[in-house]
């Protein structure tokens, strides 16, 4: 009840209140809309540039990874480039390691080349060209012989036959230049370290082309790092560098070396996005000539860790400009709406009879006009009242004192009294009993207020209708009617007794006897109803016309001049909307209703009023 009272008080009554609220409600969508799209087109620009700094990222893992294999490929070009080398190499690679060594100490040796078309050590030597390499393996594919290289030195020499390992199987299939350390040659060697990436590039002798073995380099996968730290932005998320069955041969994260990637079968060429560990943005470069690929992972978890500042600012930015936004016109609309509830205050206390009201504004603006009209209005309203409202209700008291003084005649209430005094003494009881009715009546007439309860003026009415039932011998039978509810209502003095008079005069019929006439009184919808109702004669339709007229004009000489000192006395009393209405039918009877607001009503729905506005 409390939050419907505010919420018709404060908001449905309200204008400026709704204005308030249509507006905030605008700017907050708008606000909201726009910093929704400006969000969504900046955090996309963010995830963009992070993307492309990733992509540069792989670029330069892919350069290096070429220049890696370029080198490899340098180290078995450079060999055929010199013929000795090359002669060298070529036999080492068809023939035994004994062999090799008597055919540099025999004739093969060619005197002056000294140790640069060793093979031995040519190969070995290139641990000083490249501080990533970890091992040098030369195979040869006559012999199955391995010469394995890990540091500076003589290689470690292994025989891998067919019936002792599956290497030569290995090392005749074509698979891609790079890739990760195959696990027999890992064994053989006990190189167990993950870390490790191969370039393989296959050596063929010069003069037949036929292959005769391979150079397989392992190199160190963190060294791959060096690319990374050269970019320009910092990369998010993680690379990794694939081969052709998934094998890891680079992982900026750690995680996945020695394993192939779990997740490789949801990476789609032609997809930007992936459901991995966690849903990410993916890019793939593929490399032609090295058989690996290069994936950027970047998870979107991570990616909006970059803009989660720019979030916040948006926000912030987004509050502070719905805050100033509405916070300043709805202070504009607070002060409008005080100016323009002062002057509707004002009017009510003017309409409440207050014409001593009067708006104080000076401004210059709209509000400011109406104030000044306003005043000028009531001062206006106040000259009009002293020149015809003041006169014309001093000359309705005048009227209303002459029709007391016609009927309070004082002088005759002791005269009654000793009249009726007689005739008990003489034995003319209904005589007495007249006179104490007429006497009780004058009583009830001359007191001095000019306001009687009901249940004193229905007393009234059945005392004088008493005189007239003695006076015509029960041809005259009456019932009044009240609630205990309404007897205490304070109306004008001598209100319903001119009614009950007029039905005397004009419409009882003495030679009836059975004359009747009823006064009931009941309240409903705020008003209280008062009706004298009898069964006298009917009035003429012409004549009931006739009296209706009257009722509103001044009074004449005329036989309604007790039904219309009543409406006057009425609309004198409680406004221009309430008064008496008269019916007549031969059938139904006359009925004259005086109708005017029920005092009780009128002072609870102040109060519920005075309780609202507190």
């Not at 939050?3 to 204008?15: D, E, G, P, S, V």
Request: glycine fraction near 6%; include cysteine.
């Amino acid at each position: 009840m409390r939050l419907r009272r505010i919420y018709r008080n404060y908001i449905q009554n309200n204008l400026f209140v709704k204005v308030i609220f249509v507006f905030a409600v605008i700017v907050i969508l708008t606000v909201i809309g726009f910093s929704y799209f400006l969000f969504g087109y900046i955090s996309a620009s963010i995830v963009r540039n992070d993307l492309s700094n990733q992509r540069e990222a792989m670029d330069r893992v892919n350069l290096y990874l070429e220049q890696k294999y370029e080198w490899v490929q340098s180290v078995v070009q450079i060999s055929y480039r010199d013929n000795l080398l090359s002669d060298n190499v070529s036999y080492l690679l068809k023939h035994s390691y004994q062999e090799y060594i008597q055919y540099r100490l025999g004739e093969g040796y060619s005197p002056g080349s000294g140790n640069s078309t060793n093979a031995i050590s040519y190969f070995g030597d290139k641990f000083e060209a490249d501080a990533d390499i970890r091992n040098i393996i030369v195979y040869s594919s006559d012999k199955q012989t391995l010469y394995a290289y890990k540091s500076v030195g003589s290689p470690k020499i292994y025989q891998t036959n067919t019936s002792r390992s599956y290497i030569p199987d290995m090392m005749s299939l074509d698979g891609a230049n790079a890739s990760t350390p195959n696990v027999w040659v890992r064994k053989l060697i006990n190189q167990w370290d993950t870390r490790l990436y191969s370039m393989r590039v296959r050596i063929n002798d010069k003069d037949t082309l036929k292959n005769i073995g391979q150079l397989i380099v392992y190199f160190d996968s963190e060294m791959v790092r060096q690319a990374l730290t050269s970019s320009a932005g910092a990369a998010k998320g993680s690379i990794l560098v694939l081969t052709a069955d998934n094998q890891v041969m680079f992982d900026s994260s750690g995680r996945y070396y020695g394993h192939p990637y779990p997740y490789a079968d949801r990476l789609g060429v032609y997809e930007d996005t992936a459901k991995l560990e966690e849903p990410s943005y993916v890019s793939i470069l593929q490399s032609a000539t090295s058989g690996y690929r290069i994936v950027g992972i970047a998870p979107k978890s991570e990616m909006a860790k970059s803009y989660e500042r720019l979030k916040n600012t948006i926000i912030l930015i987004a509050a502070v400009c719905i805050l100033i936004a509405v916070i300043i016109p709805s202070l504009l609309i607070v002060s409008i709406s005080r100016r323009t509830n002062k002057i509707v205050r004002f009017m009510k206390k003017v309409e409440g009879g207050d014409l001593n009201a009067r708006l104080q504004d000076s401004r210059e603006d709209e509000l400011g006009q109406i104030s000044r009209s306003f005043n000028e209005m009531v001062e206006e309203l106040n000259r009009m009242i002293d020149r015809e409202y003041k006169s014309e209700l001093r000359l309705r008291q005048s009227e209303f004192a002459a029709l007391q003084a016609r009927v309070n005649p004082h002088f005759l209430y002791n005269t009654l009294e000793a009249i009726r005094m007689r005739a008990l003494s003489q034995g003319a009881d209904d005589v007495g009993e007249m006179i104490y009715s007429l006497a009780a009546l004058f009583r009830g007439s001359i007191r001095p207020s000019a306001e009687a309860k009901l249940n004193e003026e229905l007393e009234m009415c059945r005392l004088y209708l008493e005189l007239f039932r003695i006076r015509y011998k029960d041809k005259l039978a009456f019932e009044i009617e009240c609630p205990p509810e309404l007897l205490a209502v304070r109306i004008p003095k001598l209100m319903l007794q001119p009614l009950v008079e007029n039905y005397i005069v004009h419409g009882m019929e003495s030679q009836r006897r059975d004359n009747r006439i009823a006064i009931r009184a009941e309240a409903a919808n705020g008003l209280i109803r008062v009706k004298v109702w009898n069964n006298g004669k009917p009035i003429d339709p012409e004549r009931l016309k006739r009296i209706r007229a009257e009722l509103d004009y001044p009074e004449t000489e005329s036989s309604s001049f007790g039904l219309r000192s009543v409406h006057e006395r009425l609309k004198l009393a409680y406004g221009a909307g309430y008064g008496l209405s008269l019916e007549s039918d031969p059938e139904e009877g006359t009925t004259v209703t005086v109708e005017f607001p029920d005092p009780n009503r009128v002072v609870e729905e102040r109060r519920k009023e005075d309780g609202e506005e507190g």
